[in-house]
């Protein structure tokens, strides 16, 4: 599935037809929030539960080049014996936010494979946080106090994305003005009767504090988001898959481009829309 071999898309068609879906919980962060350690502590709370827990965690960097790959292969480590728990790091190879509709692939595979809850890790890195949280049934969004974490996250308007706000490293100074702000920044956006606002919950990951809770608070979003939610949260990743889809071919014909065509458009000969109307026409011939 990850290569995207031949055979990927028959087995995809295989195991989306007649698979309950399973709750996709993405977990997003500024680098070093706590991200991995949350989602090892959460992998320890699922367990207790009797529950199979599966990782993808995206990293966007190369899979050569080691670091967060490499810190969270061996954190999650301790769970290597343990049939009911599958930990895989994918590379984001460039694509659009780090995650690619081969990742979805992966998610899928996983969920016909019995897992009872799939959790999805991304670096927050701009446009990954907004695809997060199209491709997730929960988006977890991890601050840490004193980071100005909290105005970040509103200002980048991520406070709308997220279902779940997580504000970890509450053993650090901050916690609870974090909190503040981020309450204060909620009830300053937009809202309706009808909105949901994120919970708002406090962890200390190192030590599984507050962790049962969030999973708890992850069960609780589901259960506001009903059946007709859910629907929805699935039709937004195919959503996403078909988009990728989309910029992937995008890439390839614009890779077509002749020198010489952009040398029109560059001196004026040509425009681009033109050229791309014309890249288009061939694509389909
Ligand atoms: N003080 C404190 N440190 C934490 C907590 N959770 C994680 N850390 C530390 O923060 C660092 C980054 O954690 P990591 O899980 O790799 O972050 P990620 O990059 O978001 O995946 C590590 O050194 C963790 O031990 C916490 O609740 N409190
Ligand atoms: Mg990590």
Redesign the pocket.
């Known amino acids: 599935m990850e290569s995207d071999a031949e055979s990927a898309s028959e087995l995809l068609r295989r195991v989306r037809s007649g698979v309950t879906p399973v709750p996709v919980i993405g977990v997003t ?12 502590a959460l992998i320890a709370v699922a367990r207790t539960r009797g529950l199979k827990v599966a990782v993808v965690a995206v990293d966007p960097s190369s899979p050569f080049s080691g670091g ?1 790959i490499l ?2 292969r061996i ?1 999650m480590l301790r769970h290597h014996a343990d049939e009911g728990v599958f930990v895989r790091s994918v590379a984001s190879r460039g694509a659009l936010g780090g995650l690619s509709r081969r990742t979805m692939g992966v998610v899928s595979v996983l969920e016909a494979f019995g897992f009872d809850l799939i959790f999805l ?1 991304t ?1 927050g890195v701009g446009q990954s946080e907004v695809d997060i949280a199209s491709v997730a049934d929960h988006t977890a969004l ?1 601050l ?1 106090p004193g980071g100005g974490d909290g105005v970040q996250a509103f200002k980048a308007g991520i406070m709308e994305i997220a279902d779940l706000l997580v504000v ?5 100074p901050g916690a609870d003005t974090l909190v503040r702000e981020l309450r204060a920044a909620q009830s300053l956006a937009p809202h309706d009767e009808h909105t949901i606002f994120a919970e708002i919950l406090k ?5 599984g ?1 507050g962790v049962e809770g969030l999973l708890d608070a992850v069960f609780r979003h589901r259960e506001k988001l009903g059946e007709a939610g859910v629907l929805k949260r699935r039709l937004e990743r195919a959503k996403f898959e078909v988009g990728a889809e989309i910029q992937d071919r995008a890439r390839a014909v614009l890779h077509g481009a002749s020198a010489e065509s952009l040398r029109n458009v560059a001196e004026g000969r040509t425009t681009a829309a033109e050229l791309a109307e014309s890249l288009l026409n061939q694509a389909r011939r």
């Open positions: 962060g500024s680098p070093g929030s706590g991200k991995s350690t949350l989602v090892d967060a810190g969270d954190r890790e670096v991890v840490t970890n490293k509450a053993d650090l962890t200390v990951a190192a030590k504090e």
